[in-house]
Each structure stands twice: as structure tokens, then as C-alpha cells.
């Protein structure tokens, strides 16, 4: 696999007619924002100026008003980087893909399938809406992956009647071929309780958290730190996660900084980047061709395929080559 | 009156709570046992086979092989006891590691495909016994934790409890392979 320097060698050398053109779209797309959100404004304050003469400021429909602008403004961006994002993942992200590795496949308006998702056993809260785009599927050095943007919300009632919607995950979601077989389930998340409540009481609350299997005291303080593992065969638990690869684990985390889920259900692995955002998105108000934003994009893809070498996950055990 | 029954009352839930978490912590002691029981015998079963393919060539070791045999037999006895077990093991472990490690100076068993096999074989269940062996030792300390404490330790005096051993690493698992030594081989 190709390392960082040589992605972003590609990036800025390959790439560069590319995002030349893209560049040039960009700075028309921010040209007309600018112009359409002065416009908008200008009317916004004018409407607002007429309705307060007439309505009083804290009228309904003054609230029905601003809302309406919101929404427009929201569509009109939307409407007008659609185009450009669409580029921008054909002519930027699908080369940068294939460049890492040829075989792998990009699809931007696809996803990773829901039931693998919920099969990871992550997240415990039932899904009522379930999105993501920019699906990569294929093999790295024989292993299975497969991965793409994911975006998991459910919705409450309250008290008088209005719905809302709450994000459960929002980032990167991950699904590989492991390099052991298991039956068990093993469930590693970020250690909240043992950070904000130290390790006797914080194990405590731990231990008693009904809607998840055992608990699992794991022998790395170091990872115990950072994570509390839950599973149904404290064996098996062992068996995957050995001493190197909770050393890998913990290294992958310093690396992401971003909350690390990670799961073993059905002989795979499963890794939720808790990122809060949409990945692979061009940038509109920063330039393309930015040190930053270049690398935005070639750690987050060379990190993401990079895990099954990090994991070495590559390295099966003979029974499973 | 109601105080003293609700301070006896609340007593009472705590003595039941207490024996009831030793209990659990003795249980999965026992039940993670087994789990260790069944991986080393899956051990067991390679050892016969593994001694027989590579007996013949490995003249110098004859003693380490025997050995491994003596210790397989010993160990299959019936009616030991855990920590028996758990000795007989370590002995065990080393031994099949010095064989391993003598594997190194014959090129004959290297190029044979059945060895190779089961060295592979033998390597994944190592992995399994280290998984069991620290599970074990986790449920130990924990029991071991519970018994020492206050308050379980009284209750645990009341109950008979005692402390378990653990799996220690051997002398020779923690000593690093001697390379000019492997070299130095006839």
C-alpha cells in the first residue's frame, strides 16, 4: 500500500488539473453564495423590519418567517454544491481511492447495509433513521473491508407530542474480515464511566450496566484506561484481543482521536469512528489545493484502508487461510 | 422496634448480597476452569502425534520428549487437583517450548510438511491456553480480592473460602531465546 507522502504526492501532482477546474467552480459557487446570502439578508431584514412595525418582534409568525429563510438558505447551498460535490468525488476522491488500491470499489451514493451496522452490536438504541454515502468495499492483502460515512439517528416524543430526532453515530463505520475465529460477542467502547468517576466507582457502574454482556477486565492498564470491554465468553475475549493487539488498538485510537467503537461479532471486526461529521465533502470555503485539507482527505483514506495492517489483520492464522 | 427490624432487615440483605457475589466469584472460577481444562487437553491430543512425527529425527532430545510424554500422561491422570493441573502445565509448556525452539536446528523437520502442521496447530492452541490461562487469572484476582477485603473476607471465613493460585509465567517462557546458542548447534 502506498504510504501518506506518496498519497499526497499523487494528490497534488496527478490530481492537479483536476482540482484546478474544481478550484475554479469553487471560487464561482463562493462568489455566488456571497451574493445570493447579502440578497437574502437584505430581504431578511427588510421583511423583519415591516413584520415588528406591524406584529411586534415576538410574533409567530416572525418565528415562521426566520425558519423559512433558514430552510431556503439551507436548499439554496445544497442545490448549488451538489454539482461541484459530485465532481468532486468523481474527479478527486474516486482516483485518490483507486490509487491506494486499484481493486477497491467506490460508490459515493451508496452505504454500508444497515444490518451489519446493527449486527456490530455497538450501539444498544433501536435506529429510525438510518443514512450514509461514500461506500469503499473490496480486499486488502486477502481480507475482506468494507466501509463508508454513516449516519444513525432515532426520534423521541416529548411531552407534547412534538417529535425529535437525536443522532445515535454519526462517522466512519468500518466492517473487516478478522483473523481468528470466534463465536463469542466482544464489545469495546470508550471509557467514560472511569474517566469522569475514577477506576473503583467508575468499574462499579461498569459492571452493572444491565443492557450490555460482562464485563471484561482486561491485564493492560493502559487500555483499561481508555476502554471497558464487554462480552459473553471471557475466554474468546482474551483470545482476540492478546496483548499486541490491544497495543494496536490503543495506537489506532492516539492516531484517529476521535471515539474508537470497536466490535467482534460473526468472525469480523467492526470499527465506529465517532467523527460528528460527513467525510470525503469538498471544502467550499477553503481552497482544495490547502496543506490541511489535502491531508484531511489522504490520512482519513490511507488511516481507514490502512487498519487491516495496522490491526494485522492480514496475518491469519493458518486455519483460516 | 421498627428501627432495630429495618437495621436487622437491612443486615440481612447485606450478608445475602455478600455471599451470593462470593458465590458467583467462586462459580466463574470453576467455570473459566473448565475452559482451561478443555484447551489443554485439546493439547493433550497433539502431543502424542507431534512426539511420534518428530521422534525420529531429533535424536539429541530424546529426554525433552520423554519428558513431554511423562508430563502428558501425568497430567490426564484422573482425580487431580486444579492447582496440580496448573503446575503440571507450566512444566509442560516449557518443555514443548524447548522443543520448539530445538525444531530450529533441523532442517529435516522444517521441510516436513505433517510437523509443520501440527507446530501450526500447536502455536494457534499456545494462543488459546494464554487467552484461557489470563481469563483464569483475572477470576482469581478477583476471588482472591473478594476474600482478602473487608467486608467479604469475614463472610468469606465464615464460607471456607480460600485463596486460589494463578498461572505464573515460567522461568523459561520469560528467558529469551539464546540465539548463538541455536547457532552453536552440531
Known sequence: ?321 | MTAVIIIIGVLILIAVLMYNSLIGKKNQVENIFAGVDAVLKKRFDLIPNLVASVERYMEHEKSTLEKVTALRAEAMKPGISNDQKIALDAKLTAALGSITVAMEAYPDLKANENVMHLQRSLNEIEEQISAARRAYNQSVTDLNNAIEMFPTNLMAGWMNLSRRAVFEITVAERQNVNVSHLFSRP
Open chain 1, 1 to 321: 500500500m502506498k504510504s501518506t507522502s506518496e498519497l499526497t504526492d499523487f494528490y497534488y501532482k496527478e490530481l492537479y488539473p483536476s482540482l484546478k477546474e474544481l478550484e475554479e467552480t469553487r471560487k464561482r459557487i463562493v462568489s455566488q453564495l456571497q451574493w445570493y446570502g447579502g440578497m437574502g439578508i437584505v430581504v431578511f431584514a427588510l421583511a423583519a423590519l415591516w413584520m415588528g412595525k406591524n406584529f411586534g418582534l415576538f410574533h409567530p409568525l416572525m418565528m415562521a418567517v426566520t425558519i423559512g429563510f433558514v430552510a431556503l438558505a439551507s436548499i439554496t447551498y445544497r442545490f448549488m454544491t451538489q454539482g461541484y460535490a459530485r465532481d468532486f468525488k468523481a474527479r478527486v476522491i474516486t482516483p485518490l481511492i483507486g490509487a491506494i488500491d486499484p481493486l477497491l470499489l467506490y460508490n459515493p451514493d451508496f452505504m454500508i447495509s444497515r444490518y451489519l451496522f446493527e449486527r456490530s452490536n455497538l450501539f444498544n438504541h433501536s435506529i429510525d433513521r438510518y443514512s450514509g454515502n461514500d461506500y469503499v468495499k473490496g480486499s486488502i492483502d486477502g481480507t475482506a473491508i468494507e466501509f463508508s460515512d454513516v449516519h444513525a439517528e432515532y426520534q423521541t416524543r416529548d411531552s407534547k407530542g412534538r417529535t425529535q430526532w437525536h443522532t445515535l453515530f454519526r462517522g466512519l463505520f468500518l466492517v473487516a474480515e478478522f483473523n481468528k475465529h470466534f463465536k463469542s460477542k466482544t464489545v469495546i467502547l470508550p471509557d467514560q464511566a472511569e474517566k469522569s468517576f475514577g477506576s473503583l466507582i467508575g468499574g462499579w457502574l461498569q459492571s452493572i450496566n444491565f443492557s450490555r454482556d460482562d464485563l471484561i477486565r482486561l491485564d493492560d492498564p493502559e487500555f483499561e484506561k481508555h476502554f471497558v470491554v464487554y462480552g459473553n465468553d471471557p475466554i474468546e475475549a482474551r483470545y482476540i484481543l492478546s496483548h499486541s493487539m490491544m497495543k494496536r488498538l490503543l495506537d489506532f485510537q492516539k492516531k484517529v482521536s476521535h471515539p474508537l467503537f470497536v466490535s467482534f461479532v460473526h468472525n469480523h471486526i467492526h470499527v465506529a469512528i465517532g467523527t460528528g461529521k460527513d467525510l470525503f465533502e469538498p471544502a467550499v470555503f477553503t481552497s482544495l489545493l490547502d496543506y490541511k485539507q489535502a491531508m484531511e482527505y489522504v490520512n482519513t483514506l490511507r488511516n481507514t484502508i490502512g487498519l487491516v495492517e495496522e490491526l494485522k489483520l492480514n496475518e491469519k492464522l493458518w486455519s483460516k487461510e
